[in-house]
């Protein structure tokens, strides 16, 4: 682990936190990618080479309200600041506009936890 990733929270560990299933069939650099069905929301994320050739979580799925659907696609560095960061920046990914039909504890988390958000992500 490099000196600056010390104090910070890897995703991977997040998504096990929040019970992400894991997904051995994923095409991924590294193996074991992740997916949630959170009923209207499907998100998956792999371990990339994102486009600034540097390793990342890419989230991709779809999620839908009932009068709209939109293909989600984001991506999350391997170290965040904290628990509460990772799971703000994975809600806000998904958007503002879409609930799960699923009960899903984090994902309410997550929309309280804006604060943490980064900011170049406010």
Request: net charge neutral; proline share 7%; hydrophobic share 40%.
């Amino acid at each position: 682990m490099r000196p600056d990733q010390m104090s910070k929270t890897a995703t991977r560990d997040i998504l096990k936190l929040l019970a992400f299933e894991e997904d051995w069939k994923a095409m991924a650099d590294e193996q074991p990618g992740y997916l949630a069905n959170l009923g209207n929301i499907t998100l998956k994320a792999n371990q990339v080479t994102g486009f600034a050739f540097r390793s990342v979580f890419l989230f991709t799925g779809t999620a839908s309200n009932g009068r709209s659907m939109k293909m989600i696609q984001f991506e999350l560095p391997l170290h965040v600041e904290s628990f509460e960061q990772g799971v703000a920046l994975i809600v806000r990914g998904i958007g503002p506009e879409f609930e799960p039909s699923k009960p899903s504890p984090w994902f309410a988390l997550g929309r309280e936890c804006e604060d943490r958000l980064p900011a170049f992500v406010k």
